[in-house]
């Protein structure tokens, strides 16, 4: 099927450490939107990614879309406490459909 | 503020006990569509609509039915719940008419079938 992995599926880091989440397609996407899940809560739309090479970033947060259109990352820097939750890549297809990935849960520690 | 809204927030049904679940948004959006979560996993994708046309995932059950009479409201009826539906159902909308638009999520129903 048209999924979408999502890499480590858990980290746990010191608050300050850096994270990375990796998301990766077996086809080319036309665009990737990123999400973020607190625990408890509902998937909070974070950013959508088009262009091939794309960078984006939202103060601590870079996001960045390969070359090839098939897969993408996010990057916390300096990762703090409200950053905790899990964070979704998602892809669409033609007909307005959105497939999450698989998920990557940050922990933080104090 | 423009939301989605989802009730009730916790439902307990009983195995093989009809339910629906309700959502309404005031984004006026023209895409509705109903996820399943279940723990620490992704959301998975039910069904949508597009206005009033009806678009099924292949591998959604055929116990999971959903109605909208308009743009404002969407229900997922479940005929005969199982212990396996247990989860949280979440509701979203998108604007639609461009692709991609983001999607907007209400609090989700926390499904529990004893």
């Known amino acids: 099927g048209q999924q979408v992995m999502q890499i480590p599926q858990y980290q746990h880091v010191q608050e300050g450490e850096d994270f990375t989440t990796y998301c990766n397609s077996s086809?080319?996407?036309?665009?990737i939107q990123w999400y973020k899940q607190r625990p408890g809560g509902h998937p909070v739309f974070l950013i959508q990614?088009?262009?091939?090479?794309e960078v984006k970033k939202q103060k601590r947060l870079t996001f960045q879309f390969g070359e090839a259109k098939k897969n993408s990352s996010l990057h916390i820097t300096a990762t703090q406490t409200t950053d905790v939750g899990t964070y979704f890549c998602?892809?669409?297809?033609?007909?307005?459909?959105?497939?999450f990935g698989s998920g990557t849960r940050l922990l933080v520690r104090p | 503020d423009a939301m989605v809204i989802q009730n009730p927030r916790y439902q307990v049904t009983q195995f093989g006990k009809p339910v629906t679940l309700s959502c309404s948004q005031t984004l006026n959006h023209n895409v509705m569509y109903w996820y399943q979560q279940k723990s620490s996993q992704a959301p998975k994708l039910l069904f949508h609509?597009?206005?009033?046309?009806?678009?099924n995932e292949a591998d959604t059950p055929d116990n999971f039915q959903s109605r909208r009479p308009n743009t404002s409201f969407c229900f997922l009826d479940i005929r005969s719940p199982g212990l396996g539906d247990t989860a949280m159902y979440l509701c979203a909308t998108s604007r639609g008419r461009v692709m991609s638009s983001p999607l907007h999520f209400g609090n989700g129903t926390r499904l529990t079938v004893t």
């Open positions: 998602a892809k669409d297809n033609s007909s307005y459909k959105l497939i």
């Open positions: 086809t080319t996407l036309s665009n």
């Open positions: 990614l088009v262009k091939s090479g």
């Open positions: 609509y597009y206005d009033k046309d009806f678009n």
